[in-house]
């Protein structure tokens, strides 16, 4: 059972799911008995970068945007990405008809920012290193009237995003563990209440990169840790800061949050090119990373891992692969 202090609750994650089921993908659930003797575990990775417009990002921005009032949809709606939520928002609010616009880190992968004004949203950039990104989006959302979907700190953000997990237990069965990329935690969060919700006894981790533990800190501490932008070549996880939604449900219900390197998610990017034959950008090997470096043991366990997104362009995935620099 989930507290009833915290955002959203097991029953809101069923809901969402009823409600996104006609238009996102049930995407596949994979295994590699390679992964699996490397590990000693049975491994099932939910393969989110199947998903519409690549990332499991979509679930929760047409969770939120399909719940808008008529006048919030005559008005339309400003979102701030580094990438994969910008592109969920634009998909989804062009399938709901909704006007976008979507402020954007000017160093966002190109692929990134071309596919969001492809959707059809207007794009502003801004500088992540100098730039407040929600002081920005806040004032140009009152300026214009929209409303503000933010990333991750957003109960149907967070509610949408735990439809992944919820179909990955449904469809690989009884898993003793879940390993899930992190960011601001909308992922982590309604992934943890959905795995929670369907087994009480899971063991959950979250998995964030090096140069941006603040998750990991503010896990240990008891309380949000803020960052300065860091550097990763895991973009989507690029965040300062958990959210004040996420984290009181990351802190309830995870058991622990991880950290791996660059080089880390690197060569998990081979592997899931070279094994296992899929792309999958660097944020989302993050979860995947962190158990095939064995950042905790999973011998003899039932292992679920969320892959959270393939959104990367050929070009930079080709250079990373061949160990060139950025």
Do not use: W
């Not at 939520?85 to 992968?109: C, F, N, Y």
């Not at 905790?296 to 959270?308: A, E, H, L, N």
């Amino acid at each position: 059972m989930t507290s009833p202090n915290l955002a959203i609750t097991y029953d809101d994650i069923v809901a969402a799911h009823d409600r996104i089921r006609a238009a996102a993908h049930r995407t596949p659930v994979l295994t590699s008995a390679t992964a699996d003797a490397l590990t000693g575990a049975k491994l099932f990775f939910k393969a989110e970068n199947f998903q519409r417009m690549g990332a499991f990002k979509f679930r929760g921005a047409y969770n939120a945007i399909a719940q808008f009032s008529p006048a919030q949809r005559a008005a339309g709606l400003l979102a701030f990405s580094s990438g994969n939520h910008a592109q969920a928002i634009a998909l989804s609010a062009r399938l709901l008809g909704v006007k976008a616009v979507i402020l954007m880190p000017e160093d966002a992968p190109a692929v990134k920012i071309e596919a969001t004004r492809g959707y059809g949203a207007e794009v502003i950039l801004f500088d992540r290193y100098k730039e407040d990104r929600e002081a920005l989006a806040k004032r140009l959302a009152s300026d214009r009237g929209l409303t503000l979907i933010p990333p991750y700190d957003h109960a149907h953000i967070m509610a949408g995003q735990g439809t992944t997990a919820k179909e990955l237990i449904e469809d690989a069965g009884e898993l003793d563990m879940l390993f899930v990329c992190l960011g601001g935690g909308g992922l982590l969060s309604g992934c943890a209440v959905a795995a929670k919700g369907l087994n009480p006894n899971i063991r959950i981790y979250g998995v964030e990169p090096e140069a941006g533990n603040d998750g990991q800190q503010s896990f240990r501490t008891g309380q949000i840790v803020h960052i300065d932008t860091p550097r990763t070549l895991a973009d989507g996880a690029q965040t300062q800061h958990l959210g004040q939604l996420t984290f009181p449900v990351i802190h309830a219900l995870a058991d622990d949050i991880l950290t791996v390197s660059d080089d880390e998610l690197v060569e998990t990017m081979k592997f899931f090119a070279s094994r296992m034959k899929t792309m999958v950008e660097p944020t989302g090997c993050l979860a995947a990373a962190a158990v095939l470096n064995r950042k905790i043991d999973v011998t003899g366990k039932r292992v679920g891992i969320i892959v959270s997104g393939g959104n990367i362009d050929l070009a930079r995935f080709a250079r990373l692969t061949l160990g060139q620099s950025e």
